[in-house]
C-alpha cells in the first residue's frame, strides 16, 4: 500500500459495527457540508483587504479557496471509506449464501 494511498477499515466480526461507523460518518459528512456552505458567509471581501496592498486580496482568496478545499478532500475521502465498508458489507452477505 502507497503512503498516500486512502486506507479503509476492514470489515470483520471482532471489528466495529459498520452501520455505527457509517451512521458516525454521515454525522461528521452533514456537519462538513455545513462548514462548507458556511464558508460562503465569510468570502474575504477586498474591501477588509485594500489596506494591505494590491496583492493582499488575491492571497486572501486563495486562502480561503484552499480551506474549502481541504474540507471537500476530507468529504470525499469519508465518502470513499463509506462506498468501502459497504461494499466489504456486501461481499461479506453474498459469500454468507
Known sequence: MLEDELTSPTI???GSDPRKMIQHIYLVLLSL???VERMGAIVP???DYASQGKGAIAVAMRQHSE???ALDKVRADLLDITLEIQAQVRAQKLAAY
Open 12 to 14: 470483520h466480526i471482532d
Open 33 to 35: 457540508s455545513a462548514a
Open 45 to 47: 471581501n477586498a474591501r
Open 67 to 69: 480551506r474549502v478545499a
